[in-house]
């Protein structure tokens, strides 16, 4: 294969701002953001950058801590879904134009030149887990489906490169909430139950725990383990977003960490940005935002709601991004204790054409 050329999808300003490096990217056109992961200190993002006549390419941006960018055009795929190896080399799963076939191939982003294009494979629908020994796992929960067990990828790794892609049926219960933790965790309800599993990559359970709470939801997975305390995160019935600590003997502990007032909808997959500390991105009815937390303490929450951009509800400080509406695409880790926030706009008229990165660093 041949190595990314450069690109240059972007017109790019960089503001520094006491809360952090905001980067604006704006498309010619329209900009659809896909995408995004660590890489070595940065983040990097995967993008469809349109042109005219609804046509579209896939393209790579490296966004520093500083706000400096680099960008590169993939030469041929659609549908990327970005990851890391074993080695903490970035990867991305695509689909590659045929015109009788959907398959997806799983290849290097840079550093191509000595590598031979796979065969591929039916794609896997699950996000991006983390890495396991020399595994790089995806999960995949159907949501459509009350029956169907859930779903695992394990690309094994060999020498630095992909031996073989391992397609697993968890064993039931089903709609497990995962960590990688020292190994991989889940966590399920079963009955009035809740049901925590340590298993290996081909899905075979290691250990497994029953865990007695009043809980009857839990919104993440913020850490898993069977011989600490693992850290679960909830609301109560009183809006108050909440943690129950679940030490390794069985004892839960409820500690609530901010009267948020408003029904959280949804949140996504804690991201790790040092070795206790996870930032958490959320929506509700009025906006969206993120938080991080270091085990029971609350460091910070960045709420969108009534300001143009985002406050921290606990300094009050409002960095201010846009006029149009922010919808909060990807959190991912750069630094140790840093993270870059990726939003995009919605104008009410004109096109999506305008990205926003956020760098920043914590103490």
């Known amino acids: 294969m041949k190595d990314l050329e450069k690109s240059q999808p972007f017109t790019v300003t960089v503001n520094k701002t006491s809360i952090g490096v905001l980067t604006m990217l704006v498309a010619e056109n329209e900009v659809s953001a896909k995408d995004n992961i660590s890489c070595k200190g940065n983040i990097l993002l995967a993008n469809y950058i349109y042109g005219k006549g609804h046509t579209y390419r896939t393209h790579y941006t490296i966004v520093a801590p500083d706000g400096t960018t680099e960008s590169y055009e993939e030469e041929d795929g659609i549908l990327p879904t970005l990851f890391l190896s074993p080695r903490n080399e970035n990867y991305i799963s695509l689909v590659p134009y045929h015109p009788d076939k959907e398959l997806e191939i799983s290849i290097p982003v840079f550093g191509r030149a000595n590598t031979e294009l796979p065969k591929g494979n039916k794609p896997f629908t699950g996000n991006f887990i983390g890495t396991e020994g020399q595994f790089s796992i995806f999960y995949d929960v159907d949501n459509w489906s009350d029956t169907k067990p859930d779903k695992m990828l394990a690309i094994e790794f060999k020498d630095g490169i992909i031996r073989k892609k391992h397609n697993v049926k968890i064993p039931l219960p089903r709609n497990n909430k995962i960590c990688i933790n020292n190994g991989i965790h889940l966590l399920a309800r079963e009955s009035s139950n809740w049901i925590h599993r340590h298993i290996d990559e081909k899905g075979n359970v290691i250990k497994q725990r029953t865990i007695l709470t009043k809980q009857r939801n839990f919104q993440q997975v913020i850490s898993l383990s069977l011989?600490?305390?693992?850290?679960?995160?909830?609301?109560?019935?009183?809006?108050?977003?909440?943690?129950?600590?679940?030490?390794?003997?069985?004892?839960?502990?409820?500690?609530?960490?901010?009267?948020?007032?408003?029904?959280?909808?949804?949140?996504?997959?804690?991201?790790?940005?040092?070795?206790?500390?996870?930032?958490?991105?959320?929506?509700?009815?009025?906006?969206?935002?993120?938080?991080?937390?270091?085990?029971?303490?609350?460091?910070?929450?960045?709420?969108?709601?009534?300001?143009?951009?985002?406050?921290?509800?606990?300094?009050?400080?409002?960095?201010?991004?846009?006029?149009?509406?922010?919808?909060?695409?990807?959190?991912?880790?750069?630094?140790?204790?840093?993270?870059?926030?990726?939003?995009?706009?919605?104008?009410?008229?004109?096109?999506?054409?305008?990205?926003?990165?956020?760098?920043?660093?914590?103490?």
């Open 227 to 363: 011989d600490e305390d693992s850290w679960l995160l909830a609301q109560d019935t009183d809006r108050n977003i909440v943690i129950e600590k679940i030490a390794p003997e069985g004892e839960v502990t409820t500690i609530k960490l901010w009267p948020l007032g408003d029904t959280v909808y949804n949140t996504w997959q804690p991201e790790r940005i040092a070795a206790n500390r996870y930032v958490i991105r959320f929506n509700t009815e009025f906006g969206n935002g993120w938080f991080t937390v270091e085990e029971g303490k609350l460091l910070e929450l960045f709420y969108g709601k009534g300001v143009k951009g985002y406050k921290n509800l606990l300094t009050e400080e409002v960095i201010e991004m846009s006029d149009d509406p922010l919808i909060l695409s990807g959190i991912s880790k750069t630094l140790e204790n840093a993270y870059a926030v990726v939003c995009y706009t919605k104008p009410k008229q004109g096109k999506e054409n305008t990205l926003l990165v956020l760098n920043r660093q914590l103490s």
